[in-house]
């Protein structure tokens, strides 16, 4: 009897779950101190310096599932994309690209009403990175991994399209931990500030996207 109890139980949950299924894209404004110094100081002209803040591409998918009225639980991946490349010196050209990926648990709090939600919240996850850097007295492109904890805070606004699916527009704000990327135990160093390179950022973006709700 019990067995027969829990296995309707289960189908009644299931019955009423709500979840909420989202893909989106933007452009985020990413602080990196480190990288910044690192460029500037050995490869950047005067006319191509990095600055405080420089713009790079994300990509995200995220499922959240409904809990009570007002509270969601989900998880997120999110990749962020970022290039640099210049002609150094008549020597050759310098390239440095990430991929960073992104993958979080999240908490938000909801208001929602008809035709209408927004979610404000926030979560932790784990940051993986991968650089490809080539420098110019070389043609060998060398990749660079390492790994380490994020913390993400977003607000979304989910405006109804007609049936189940939603547009929205989402701003968050991210702090990024994956350190200082190695390939065979050598890590990417500033000979000019004497350091080693650190990937840790900042960043602030704006992402736009589709929701579907089930």
């Known amino acids: 009897m019990k067995k027969y109890f829990f296995i ?50 994300m990509f995200k998918g995220e499922c959240d599932y409904t809990v009570s009225n007002n509270f969601q ?11 640099f490349n ?23 709090y909801v208001i929602s009403g008809e035709g209408y939600k927004f979610k404000f919240g926030g979560g ?8 490809d850097e080539q420098l110019p007295t070389s043609t060998l492109e060398y990749n660079y991994k390492s790994s380490g904890l994020g913390f993400v805070g977003k607000a979304q606004a989910h405006t109804s399209l007609g049936g189940n699916f939603y547009v929205f527009l989402e701003l968050d704000a991210r702090y990024d931990l994956p350190g200082e990327p190695e390939n065979n135990g050598k890590k990417i160093e500033n000979i000019v500030l004497d350091e080693t390179v650190n990937f840790n950022s900042l960043s602030i973006g704006l992402n736009i996207g589709i929701s579907l709700f089930l």
């Not at 639980?73 to 290039?83: D, F, H, K, N, R």
């Not at 932790?124 to 650089?131: C, E, L, T, W």
């Open 124 to 131: 932790v996850g784990y940051r993986i990175i991968s650089v």
């Open 73 to 83: 639980v989900g998880i997120e991946y999110g990749l962020q994309i970022y290039s």
């Open 86 to 108: 210049t002609s150094f010196a008549g020597i050759g050209t310098y390239d440095i690209s990430y991929f960073h990926h992104k993958p979080s648990v999240l908490a938000f």
């Open 8 to 57: 309707i139980l289960l189908i009644t949950i299931s019955l009423q779950a709500q979840f909420d299924f989202a893909v989106s894209m933007g452009i985020h404004a990413v602080h990196n101190p480190s990288l910044r110094d690192y460029v500037n100081t050995n490869f950047a002209s005067s006319e191509e310096q990095l600055s405080t803040f420089n713009a790079t591409a």
